[in-house]
């Protein structure tokens, strides 16, 4: 009788469960995840694109052997930083975010170091799949601050609010504007560091 019980007790607080939004909880979870993973991945098409970038650059000018070496470092730096979805938190993302300025900056102060690269052809295709991949990068974050929207709101409504840190739903961080990001980079200043 008391297996019955159990039995028919876990029936009970499954449908609770799955009624009071615990299914849907799970369900955002999941999304603010993979739109986590499509910013990682545009992100990563932007890293890919530096190697090419710095092989234009190297055929086409004398360059100096310091501006590319930050380019390549900042790229380094940027493909080694991993960040776990299930546990982001605001700290992951800042520590990401820095990392991935570094590199944008390095990209632009190599262009603004080499005016004359921008009548290049090969460099003018690159500059436009940067562009472009700036565009998605750019895409991909809101559509991650838009799915955590959802499921930050999700997870602090009623009736969810009383169980849904119970079981480890954990409010996620947004993507902000990185400090001073008004501003434009001051090209000399980068390589005083």
Do not use: H
Not at 143 to 154: F, I, L, S, V
């Amino acid at each position: 009788m008391n297996r019955f019980k159990l039995f028919l007790l876990a029936i009970v607080s499954a449908s609770l469960l799955s009624s009071c939004g615990y299914n849907s909880m799970v369900s955002g979870r999941e999304n603010v995840e993979q739109k986590w993973g499509n910013v990682e991945s545009q992100y990563q098409r932007r890293a890919d694109l530096v190697p090419n970038l710095v092989k234009v650059v190297q055929q086409y000018a004398d360059y100096e052997q310091e501006t590319l070496t930050q380019v390549i470092e900042a790229r380094s730096k940027a493909k080694s930083i991993t960040v776990d979805p299930k546990n982001l938190t605001e700290a992951d993302m800042q520590r990401f975010m820095q990392v991935q300025t570094s590199l944008g900056s390095a990209i632009d102060v190599l262009v603004e170091r080499y005016p004359d690269l921008k009548a290049n052809q090969n460099f003018i295709e690159l500059q436009a799949q940067l562009e472009s991949t700036e565009n998605r990068i750019s895409v991909a974050r809101m559509d991650y601050n838009e799915a955590a929207r959802a499921y930050n709101t999700k997870i602090k409504k009623f009736p969810q609010l009383l169980y849904s840190g119970m079981f480890g739903f954990k409010e996620k961080p947004y993507f902000q504007g990185q400090e001073g990001s008004d501003q434009a980079p001051d090209v000399d200043s980068y390589f005083d560091n």
